[in-house]
């Protein structure tokens, strides 16, 4: 094999490598944004069920609920 072919053959897999990396970076970027969306949604929740709890205590911290 000649020394350009070989160039070129290389310059092709570095293209591609390139690439490939682009397209794993733009699917990590949207993984993350996805990720931090669930991340506030959760504690978003987790705000909401603090609230409610406190406004409707129905048990006691002792007494057992009724399927016990």
Known sequence: MS???RVTDL???LAFQDDTIQALNDVL??????LDRLQQQFAAMLKRQEEMGSQFEI???DEP???Y
């Open 65 to 67: 609920p009724p399927h």
């Open 11 to 13: 310059e092709s897999r």
């Open 3 to 5: 020394l350009e072919a």
């Open 29 to 34: 970027v949207a993984q993350q944004r996805a």
């Open 59 to 61: 048990f006691g911290e």
